[in-house]
C-alpha cells in the first residue's frame, strides 16, 4: 500500500457527477450545477465545516470549465503572493478568454490588506475567485470583497452521503476493491466521522491497514473506537478535532460546568487556536444559552471579543477565562433562541402576509389616502407610554413565539408583560 497515496487523495473527485453529497447547490438544477453545465461562473466563496468538498468543488469546477487553476492558502501566503498569483493570471489570458480561477483556501484568515488586495482584480475579471472558509464571512471576509462574490453554504454529509462513499470505497478504489471488507457495525464509523468525508475517509484507512494482507477486514463500532482512542492524531491529521473540542466547550457552558469550560478552553488556547474564533462562539453561547437569564452575558461576551482584538496573546487567554467563568456561572435560557425559531416556523408555513395598514408608513398622499398607518396608537401618546393595539397580521395575531422562563429575570419580565396586556401576552 506504500506505493499508493492517501485514501482520501485517491477518492477525490474530478467531475461533478462523481461528487458526493450538497445536491442543493450541485445537484441537476441546482445553482453551482447550472453554473458549471453554462460555462460560466461568478465569484463565489465556499463556506461549510471541514471535510464537506470545498476544495474538491472548486477543482472540479476549474477542471470541467478548463480554467487555469491558482490556489493560495491563507495561512502561509502573503500579499506579496496573492499579487504574483493575479499576475499570473492577468499574463495567462489570451484575448477573450474565460479569467482563470484563483482558489484561496480559508480566505477567513487574510488579512484586511490581503482581501484588499484581491479586490482589483475580481471587479475587472481579471481573475475569477473561489474562496473556502469554515466561519461565516460576514464576520471574516471585507464588504466589498463580500458584495462581489456569491456566498454559497455547504453542509456536512449524512449518513446516507458517507454510504455513497463507502460503497463507491468498495467498487473503485485501486487497493481496497481486492480485499475482502465486511461493514459488520457502522454507528462508530458514523459518529466519529461527523458528517466530514475526509475524515470518514482517514478512519477506513487507519482501521483497514491495522489488517494483514492477506486477512478479512471487519469493521465494528469496537475496533473503530479502539483504534481512535489509541490513534487521534491520525484521523484527525488537519486540525478539525477543535470542532469536537468548541462542542464540548459550548456544552460544558451550557451545563453551568466552569471547571470543565475552562479545561476545554485550555485545551484550545494550548493547541493555538485563533482566540476570535473562542471569542464568537462565547458570543452565541450568550445569547443562545444564557439569554434573558442574564442580558449582561451577550454585553460581557461583546466586550471580550473586542478586548482580545486590543490585546492578542498570551493576555487574551485570561480575557476568554473570565468570559468563559462568568457564561458557565450564569443563569441559562434559550428563551429567545426558542422564540425566533418558532417565528421563523410561523413564516415559513403562513408565507408573507401583508402589514396591517394601521402599522404601515405613509410618506405619500396617496398611501395616506389609501388609510396607510391611519389608525395607528402612538404609544407615547398613552399612560405608561403603553396602549393595547394589533402588531401582528390579523391570520396570526393570537400566536404567541415569545414565553418566559423559569429565571429571576423572565419572570419579571412575564409579569410586566402580563400587566401591560392585561392577560392577552
Known sequence: MSGYPPLAER???RELDQYIGQKHLVG???????????????SIILWGPPGVGKTTLAKIIANQLERPFYVLSAINSGVKDVREAIEKARKSRFFNAASPILFIDEIHRFSKSQQDSLLGAVEEGVI??????????????ISPLLSRCQVYVLEPLNKEDLMVLYNRIMKEDPVLKNREVELKEEEAL???AGGDARKFLNIIELITNSFKDDEKIIITNDNVTRHLQQNPAQYDKNGEMHYDIISAFIK???????????????????GGEDPKFIARRLIISASEDIGLANPNALLLATNGFEAIKMVGWPEARIILSEVTIYLATSPKSNSAYM???????LVKKTGNLPVPLHLRNAPTKLMKSMDYGKAYKYAHSYENNFVIQDYMPEQVKNQTLFT??????????AERMTRLWKGKR
Open 11 to 13: 477518492m477525490r473527485p
Open 28 to 42: 441537476k438544477g441546482a445553482v453551482l450545477h447550472q453554473m458549471v453545465t453554462s460555462g460560466r461562473i461568478s
Open 128 to 141: 475569477t475567485l473561489v474562496g473556502a472558509t469554515t466561519e461565516n464571512p460576514s464576520f471574516e471576509v
Open 190 to 192: 458514523m459518529r466519529f
Open 252 to 270: 460544558s457552558i451550557r451545563g453551568s460546568d466552569p471547571d470543565a469550560a475552562v479545561y476545554w478552553l485550555a485545551r484550545m488556547v494550548e
Open 339 to 345: 422564540a425566533i425559531n418558532e417565528a421563523q416556523e
Open 404 to 413: 418566559a422562563q423559569n429565571n429571576p429575570q423572565e419572570l419579571k419580565i
